[in-house]
């Protein structure tokens, strides 16, 4: 056991009780931030309630250190989000098939929600692109917008209050977890995709076409657009084109200088006014421009008693709450937390997630559809030096007053402006150097990634999104089922035991071969292990440079578990390599698997002896072994070989 | 980069060519026990041809070499399986609502095509109990047994093809890798919950039921048993209770003397027969002891042209197909593999996965049913001391002449013996003591185990399979979605570093906090990743005994691989360190990630200098650089501390 000779052993100690275990890996999974430090370091009862609410309710924590200094800033930042929530608000809720003055409800109640309940100080409230399109997908199955618009209006609140109920219940959970499940190559292709395909559906805006396809995917749509010739406008047309080209213009300004970043955020505003100013001194409607017509003055009217809950549509609903939710949640946080990391600060995803689900269920009580933290807002706000979520409160304020005061003002706003911002907004979301980049360092993430972007532009958004998290997780257990082995040789000149294949220089001692196995060993990947060692003990048996094999050891430092089936496949791997003359030793198993080794007496089945510390320790031993071995068992052994030659 | 002092340098080489990485991938993938070697070796191109006929068609391997004393050992064993074969076909079909003589035929044609593809010495072909209740459960909610006999057997047929083309599909597609995701703890479970509920509905046969429940979950089968008390026949179930016994004894005689393995294999023969001639002579059928019925005399009718793909009953069939084929190819390929283990022989599973396609392809042809593998029968023929498949082939020719001359014998059989003998088989099939081995060593392994157990008893078979084989697949995502950490420590006298919790003896150098990682890092685990990092270094400095941290070294040498997500979280993580004036090192990236690394210009933003090829190296250098440190930049850091502590 150990080499006595240094003082080093290989700890034996009985394992932890399964108690402090399952507490232990019960906080891994599901607190792994640790949220509740804060409570064990106060003392008093009512100090610990008062670090609580401030835990649960952000704003009890930042508003009394609050000051007019920073007010400045969030008001600069509330108002300039404003100008860009009213443009996107109208033009988002045209993509959802729903009036134009829902999304502007959705800028106001939402935002007030998340201003009280949310960690994030950048993160900027409001509906987006890909979800608003993707609830009229699902649920214009169902109900179509056209011909019972209240129905369908209904529904989207219901599957509005669904996605509330259930961010907010995963945040209580703790099960952020499922968020890490999409990952970043995902997110790519899927965002992507959908700049693509909505995109492409602008062009009924800009072509000023009344009827259209429902359906989203790159055929269908070009179909449409190419099949309905006779009916574009070129007066529509032509104002598009202007109005595109000076949104890209601005964006151009915004890349090339940072600090003009107010200009391109001020342009879909700007947009939208002259349009409107156009629109109603030319008489548009005349002329081929088509206007979003009328809009009612007033704030977000109740809505709860319009949630339905018919059974005939609650699947759909249901699907679209969920999907659309994950989705939402999922771009929100990665938002929230890309911005933090800039600022070095960190954002609770769990705690995220029961802000954006209180946000969602009081938003379908009045009359809002799901909104989420986009990242084109996100951004400006960032840029315009927001210090808190007291952004989102001036943007609410603000919108308040739009609704009460200005709203019948935007109905002349044509729809070809809104098309315009749309495309304008969905072309710089294609990001084609990301992807490139992707291609250049790891294939299988960049398959991924064109699962989602091609799924989502010629087949439908759902199943995109479900190829390209169908085929991660594959990736995943895939990785999982072939874990990486490798040979260890000697560096020379150390004690160090590296990759022969990375280490070219490392050199193998004559008849004992070392074996570092890495993930866990499990069910999943057992028979693979025992495969593959067994042809790394052929391989080298074939080899003329090394010959036979007299001990075989695994360096398990990189195992972090083992189940029952990777006990098991170890015992047999031992006995079957026993069979043939070959010792087998363990090389620093961790703490996990050792306690596993102990509790299963896989340690006395080996040999306490058989297990060491490090890989130099093992090979020192096995080398002492090795001219004993041959005096006595050489030609057994050798016929034993040309069995196994011959059977495996 | 490195300590040039003692020569060891960490590998910055180009990554290896997109194309090399690839065809090693896929090779893992698919190819992990390397079936061409054979083919490497020869030189003339029919030599090469030869192997591969020899690979594909094993009996041309081992029939050249077969001899008389060899035939001695298989022809016993032959007889002795087929004594088992004809009491279990019988049982086993009826188990399945098909006419007995069904379970006959299906031990002719299979065994015959088995003897030629199977690549297991030890493998005895025939139905098992649990895939012949499972078929019955599904086929029989399209279409009832009682009802429409005809279209039953056909649908039957029809899904055993496609059991038969999936299982070949999965084994040229070298799609072994499926079978390896049914654990041993959910082989376990579901094996003793089919157990359990087929010994339950053999109270039907012991009590002489006639009419009874189609379910097949606990509460349905006890309540239909005793909802029907008046219906009970003493006279079955006295006979029904000694048959028990006496099976039982015979098992008990086996497992005291393994040698007497025989008599326990030729009981239920023995019921059998004592059975017929009890029936007989006493005229059972009107004593209440009810018969299997006419058996026709003649070998398997052909029935390929019943093959009904009516797209009415196609999904219930393809279903029937795809559950039963994996769970029977489990069993097969489980238990060949266990034994070729016991005698050191390796069985190829994908080759096996052919070989029971074809069997199942060429036996829905000829009248047979779902077969494969079972437990009982390769038992048996392994202790009988078989020594090829040729034993296959023995039964395959008794059952042959079976079904010629005798089959008309077996028609006095009477139901209580089979469910006597069906009963018997089962309870051996509940295995306490590995169940509670697995509680004792693994909660959640026994949870797993549970979950089939439990769910196949109380729910039904294919939700009890799916419940377990979910949950095995949850914790392996888990566990790749929380992957362990520790905080490693020198172990004195040595320049090893240990987990500091295993080994409490190691000692940590100040300022220098040194983390080893484990699995994978990828989209999955890289938020997990993260925030555990900061946690360590956050506890570290809320130590009173340790304080600040200068140095975070991150030991990789258990990182399989990394994906971009991956590579970008550990950017970020140096961004967020280095903010709070911390360095952070690499130690020993393994060759992917390596690669992956230099591809995605990494190693160049962290600096060459900062990756060490050892902790020990690592901790060298950084403690040459804390005075340096320290001199400069005290005070900024401490505050820096602060504000992480707060926002964190």
């Given amino acids: 056991m150990g080499s006595p000779k240094t003082g080093q052993h290989v700890s034996f100690n009985a394992p932890r009780p399964f108690g402090h275990r399952l507490k232990s890996d019960m906080k891994e999974t599901f607190f792994p931030d640790d949220p509740f430090r804060q409570f064990r370091n106060e003392r008093g009862a009512i100090q610990r309630v008062k670090k609580g609410f401030q835990y649960f309710i952000p704003i009890l924590e930042w508003f009394p250190k609050y000051n007019l200094n920073m007010f400045k800033y969030d008001l600069l930042a509330g108002i300039t989000i404003t100008s860009l929530a009213i443009p996107q608000g109208i033009s988002y809720a045209k993509l959802a098939v729903l009036p134009p003055i829902i999304g502007l409800y959705s800028s106001f109640v939402p935002p007030l929600v998340y201003a009280v309940f949310g960690s994030s100080k950048h993160l900027a409230v409001g509906t987006v692109a890909a979800c608003s399109l993707l609830i009229s997908e699902i649920i214009g199955e169902v109900a179509s917008p056209e011909e019972e618009p209240t129905l369908y209006l209904h529904l989207v609140f219901t599957a509005t209050f669904i996605t509330g109920i259930m961010q907010a219940a995963l945040g209580f959970l703790r099960l952020g977890i499922l968020v890490d499940f999409l990952s970043h190559s995902t997110i790519l292709g899927f965002m992507g995709g959908t700049a693509v395909i909505i995109s492409l559906q602008q062009l009924k805006g800009i072509f000023g076409l009344t009827h259209f396809t429902s359906k989203t995917d790159v055929y269908s749509v070009l179909h449409a657009v190419f099949s309905l010739r006779k009916e574009w406008k070129w007066q529509s047309a032509v104002v598009g084109i202007v109005f595109l080209v000076f949104l890209q213009f601005t964006r151009y300004l915004r890349n090339r200088n940072p600090k003009l970043f107010w200009v391109s ?27 979003v017509g009328h809009l009612s003055k007033g704030i977000n009217p109740l809505s709860v008693h319009f949630l339905n809950f018919d059974s005939k549509y609650l699947p759909a609903v249901v699907q679209a709450g969920l999907i659309t939710g994950l989705v939402a949640m999922a771009e929100g946080i990665a938002i929230g937390r890309s911005f933090a990391i800039m600022k070095n600060e960190q954002i609770d995803g769990n705690k995220e997630m029961i802000a954006f689900g209180l946000m969602n269920i009081v938003g379908s009580f009045t009359s809002c559809y799901l909104t989420t933290g986009p990242f084109s ?160 003990v052929r391989d080298e048996q074939a080899d003329p440079n090394y010959g036979s094999v007299e001990h075989v050891l695994l360096e398990l430092s990189g195992v972090t578990s083992i189940d029952m089936t990777g006990i098991e496949t170890l015992v047999e791997i031992r006995k079957s390599l026993q069979a043939n003359g070959i010792q087998m030793g363990i090389v620093n198993p961790r703490i996990v698997v050792m306690e596993k080794m102990i509790a299963s007496d896989f340690t006395n089945t080996i040999g306490k002896e058989n297990i060491y510390l490090s890989v130099d320790e093992g090979v020192g031993r096995c080398r002492d072994l090795v001219p004993k071995l041959k005096q006595t068992e050489t030609s057994p052994r050798s016929s034993n070989m040309t069995t196994m030659e011959q059977q495996v």
């Fill in 377 to 536: 807002k996100t951004a400006v706000n960032f840029n315009a030096g927001c210090r808190t979520a007291m952004s989102n409160l001036v943007m609410a304020i603000f919108m308040a007053l739009t609704l009460l005061f200005l709203a019948p003002l935007f109905s002349y706003t044509p729809l070809v402006a809104l098309s315009a911002i749309i495309m304008s907004a969905m072309l710089g979301l294609i990001k084609y150097e990301e992807m490139y980049h992707l291609l250049k360092v790891d294939k299988f993430d960049f398959c991924i990634c064109m699962a989602a972007f091609l799924g989502v532009a010629f087949l439908s958004m759902d199943v995109g999104i479900m190829l390209s998290v169908g085929l991660a997780l594959l990736r995943a257990l895939l990785y999982m089922a072939r874990p990486a082995t490798c040979k260890l040789g000697k560096i020379p000149n150390s004690s160090l035991y590296r990759d022969v294949e990375q280490y070219p220089n490392a050199t193998r001692a004559h008849g004992i071969m070392v074996l570092q196995l890495g993930s866990p060993i499990y069910y999943a990947n057992s028979n693979y292990i025992r495969e593959r060692i067994f042809r790394w």
């Fill in 265 to 291: 955020a001020m342009a879909p505003m700007v947009t939208v006014i002259i349009g409107c100013l156009f629109a109603y001194f030319i008489n548009g409607t005349q002329h081929g421009i088509l206007t």
